[in-house]
């Protein structure tokens, strides 16, 4: 009986894995009292799935991939990267990585990006996950740690505001947490649609706040403006522990709720209720604790990083962030979605969550890698797939975890930069969309078969073990960043998970996620550390900002923020939203999850949410093809006729490949703090559609 981690998202579910008959094989079972969801318990399905990649592949004259030896395929990529930078520079190869990747591989594909590669492009699909959320935490709290508490800390709250987030079905274990609140009449959800998370606000008096798409924040501006004009907000947190009351106060004062209703769609007395609800769960009022949670709903917009920040000035108001039992927190997705931001595959970060234009922090980072140089920053990940083959873009790019071909917005467009490369390479354990579009495809472990460590959405660093040895020539991804590197004429990229955590811990040290405490042992021995652990005898830090906030002058950063429509809004030819998001059953882009059968028997095709009235209009029948059309493309898929979600939204789930991926359809704008594109909200045209 091995203990590990579910492979999926950022809850990090405790499991033990249990040996049966057929090789490579173990069963599931969880651990603990959190219970797991259906994904979990069918987890260890894709160990075995029958196109497990077992082999390199190196693709051949007639343009079919085909088996090759680890040698062979390193060497010719190694070759490649000599070659392309040599005629185009160092940037003219790329890296991407992923927030499913363990600590070690996150820190060792940055690294081997910065020192093997020395290229300034690298970047992860992080990026398109939480990364609003990130900057805008970094902005106003000088630190980015998901939830700066225990999630357990929710259980005591009376309300909870969900801004975006489905925690019932990316993670329903989560929503036992819920149940004071609920319990209270304090579960507030801010949602488009009818989620399974809305659905739990109707058994105790809780409020679904459906607005319009892309308001989340005129909503809460509105919220804020309530709380300030009714003589609610926390004035003494504000003075002590902010840097500008005022300006938090100015900014939401043309944010009466009438004016927010008509942006909205949300009644103005509902938003006036839900405001109080909100400030009576506040310790200033003697309630027992509030807390507010951003998901992808609120920061996968080209505003979003100001959206989270509407939030954070929202909990500022109340007086919440680093008091016991409130807070405010972004609920991370990816499974590794908080340790894969730390320690350096992002384009602008160094290990620890340095920034990499620090000076203190690159002459750390050079002295612990040996090196006298180090790039810049690169470009952001969808800046960075834009540029691809591009005259002075990268030539080469070289995947890690990723499926940018379903994962990414506007894939007509990433599906011709791809193809323009002089190189793919995708390290991935089945082959997914991207896989089947490279020149080159490495086959690497996954999380039963590896050894490392996760950081779950709390930033508690967890104990990943292997429990079964990989199958056919299967190596880890360390693997082929040693393998590469070697090649390259650069040392010091060991294959072995524990001692690449020990130099990750070096690395690490006197930065903000400061990992020099852990401690693969001290794990081993069940100690429950969440960073920063600055020495090997701190009991780490479950609850951030107690004392102050990591800013120059240790307040909270006032950053005033406004409403601004959607950059692909509604028109006469395309007059309805298209919202995308996720299934209990799937785990982002499906490439696991679509491979398991009880899962894909579930959910086995994509479909789109319509309101009735709108089905009646178009005359679209429950089941019906449909088709969505927006200024990136179109595609047809059957309707699910509901009143779920509003009559001006189209919901459609994006863990579906090929013809099934709706980020055909997104949009690629960014926001311009973050990098983060709008996959959340674009102007889509409906029609009746024959089948394809
Ligand atoms: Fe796995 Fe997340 Fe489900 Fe837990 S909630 S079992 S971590 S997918």
């Known amino acids: 009986m091995i203990p590990t981690h579910c492979p999926y998202c950022a809850l990090q579910c405790a499991t033990t894995l249990h040996p049966v008959a057929r090789p490579g094989a173990v069963e599931v079972r969880p651990r603990g009292q959190g219970g797991l969801c259906r994904k979990g318990w069918t987890a260890a399905e894709v160990l075995t799935v029958p196109d497990r990649l077992t082999t390199p592949l190196i693709r051949d004259g007639a343009g079919d991939l085909v088996e090759t030896s680890w040698d062979a395929a390193l060497d010719f990529v190694a070759e490649r990267i000599r070659t392309l930078q040599a005629a185009h520079g160092r940037d003219a190869v790329a890296v991407f990585g992923g927030g499913g990747l363990t ?25 398109f996950c939480m990364s609003s959320a990130a900057a805008a935490t970094n902005r106003s709290f000088g630190i980015d740690r998901g939830l700066p508490f225990p999630l357990a800390d929710l259980g005591g709250a009376d309300a909870v505001l969900l801004v975006g987030s489905n925690i019932a079905e990316t993670m329903p274990p989560a929503v036992a947490h819920l149940q004071s609140a609920r319990d209270s009449g304090g579960l507030l ?29 005129a909503l809460v501006l509105a919220l804020t403006h309530v709380v300030v004009q009714e003589g609610l907000a ?13 300006l938090l106060i100015r900014s939401t004062a043309s944010w ?31 309630g027992r604790g509030l807390f507010i949670l951003t998901g992808r709903g609120a920061e996968q917009h080209s505003k979003g990083t100001d959206t989270v920040t509407a939030c954070i000035n929202l909990a500022l108001a109340l007086g919440l962030p680093g008091r016991l039992g409130s807070g405010y927190g972004c ?10 931001r730390e320690h350096g595959q992002k384009a602008d970060q160094l290990p620890g969550y340095r920034s990499i234009s620090d000076p203190t922090a690159r002459e750390h980072l050079m002295r612990v890698w040996g090196v006298d140089e180090l790039p810049g920053p690169g470009k952001s990940a969808v800046e960075l797939i834009n540029a691809l083959g591009t005259s002075d873009g990268p030539k080469a790019l070289l995947v890690h975890g990723s499926n940018l071909l379903v994962s990414a917005p506007n894939l007509a467009s990433v599906r011709e930069r791809l193809a323009s490369l002089d190189l793919l390479v995708v390290a ?14 490495f086959p690497v472990t996954q999380w039963a078969e590896e050894d490392g460590t996760m950081t779950s959405l709390e930033g508690r660093v967890l104990r990943r073990r292997a429990a079964v040895p990989p199958p056919g020539e299967v190596r880890s991804d360390l693997a082929v960043f040693a393998g590469l590197a070697e090649r390259l004429g650069s040392k010091g990229f060991s294959t072995d998970p524990a001692e690449v955590f020990e130099e990750l811990r070096r690395a690490s040290a006197g930065g903000r996620a400061d990992y020099s405490g852990i401690t693969w042992d001290r794990l081993d021995a069940g100690e429950v550390l969440f960073w920063p652990v600055p020495s090997e005898g701190h009991p780490g830090t479950p609850r951030l900002f107690a004392d102050g906030f990591p ?34 059953q799937h785990y982002q882009s499906g490439a696991q999850t679509r491979r398991v059968p009880e899962l894909a028997e579930a959910e086995p095709e994509v479909f789109a949410e319509i309101h009735p009235r709108v089905a009646a209009q178009l005359g679209i029948g429950d089941g019906r093809p449909v088709r969505l059309r927006t200024a990136r493309g179109s595609m047809v898929l059957p309707a699910r006729v ?17 013809a099934e991926a709706v980020n055909e359809l997104t949009n690629d704008v960014l926001d311009p703090v973050s990098g983060m594109p709008e996959f959340k909200a674009c102007a889509v045209e409906v029609t009746a559609a024959a089948l394809p």
Do not use: C, M
């Open 103 to 127: 600590n070690e591989k996150a820190y060792a594909l940055g690294k081997f990006a910065r020192v093997a590669l020395k290229t300034a492009n690298v970047d992860y699909n992080g990026r």
């Open 189 to 217: 959800v801010v949602d488009p649609r009818r989620s399974a998370t809305a659905g739990l606000t109707s058994d105790a008096g809780g409020i679904h706040l459906q607005a319009t798409p892309g308001t989340d924040l």
């Open 234 to 246: 926390d004035t003494t947190y504000l003075r002590d522990r902010t840097d500008d009351p005022d």
């Open 256 to 286: 009466w709720p009438e004016r927010a209703e008509r942006v909205t769609g949300v009644p103005a007395a509902t938003i006036r209720r839900a405001a109080r609800v909100l400030a009576a769960a506040a310790p200033v009022h003697g």
């Open 331 to 340: 609920i991370t997705g990816q499974g590794n979605g908080q340790g894969g």
């Open 428 to 441: 991935d354990v089945v082959p997914s969309e991207t896989a089947l579009l490279a020149d080159v495809v």
């Open 551 to 584: 800013t120059a002058d240790g307040r909270a950063h006032v950053v005033a923020v406004d409403h601004r429509p959607v950059a692909d809004d509604l028109n006469a030819e395309a007059p309805l939203y298209l919202v995308t998001g996720r299934l209990l």
């Open 642 to 658: 509901t009143a779920d979600v509003r009559p001006d939204t189209v919901f459609v789930p994006f863990h579906f490949g090929g």
